[in-house]
């Protein structure tokens, strides 16, 4: 998995929430985050009453679990706001359901066009409400690419419009099993797993 940009580390930070909370019912504490944290390959460089900050070459997260939600800034290492991002998982109490969002840190300066949909868990049933497309990212002689599996790629097909690109809602064009990006310059791979 490659982590150069805030959205290489918020999309599957955000699967990975997202499925936890299927899972457990529930919104992650401060050790699961670390522990996502170590499994993406970030360090930690500080933990205190709360809150903790990892870092890559690439990225710094700043990380404030609390029972009620869960608030992760992903910024890159170079400071500029621009493109930082934030993960927050809560429970909304008027839908009835666990929601983790992908949103800019800074709506003034950021560049891009979040298109990424959120995830919509129904706190009393767990069954998923919505039909974000996630997954991690990898790079290989032709650009980087957000990898996704069949199941998300069927569901995107069924739900949503597998020409709308999931990171910025450009317009994605289809080669096979590969999308490309003209807004954005990110590709859509699709993988068995």
Known sequence: MKLYEPVTLAMPLAKRIGGLI??????P????????MREFGLEESCLDRGMAIYRTKFLVVLAFPRGEN?????ISSSGELSDALEVIAYRDRELGAFVVEILPANDLEY???????P???????????SNPVLGHFEEDEEG?????DR???SRWRENGDPHTCPICG????????KAYCRDCGYGVRVVKE
């Open 111 to 117: 560049e891009g066009n979040i298109g990424i949909e």
């Open 144 to 148: 980087l690419f957000l990898v996704i």
């Open 151 to 153: 199941e998300t790629y």
């Open 22 to 27: 299927l899972e457990k019912g529930r919104l």
């Open 70 to 74: 869960a608030v992760i800034d992903v």
């Open 119 to 129: 995830i919509i868990i129904d706190e009393k049933t767990l069954e998923p409400e």
């Open 29 to 36: 504490e401060g050790d699961e985050i670390r522990e996502f």
């Open 170 to 177: 450009g317009e994605l064009a289809w080669k096979v099993e």
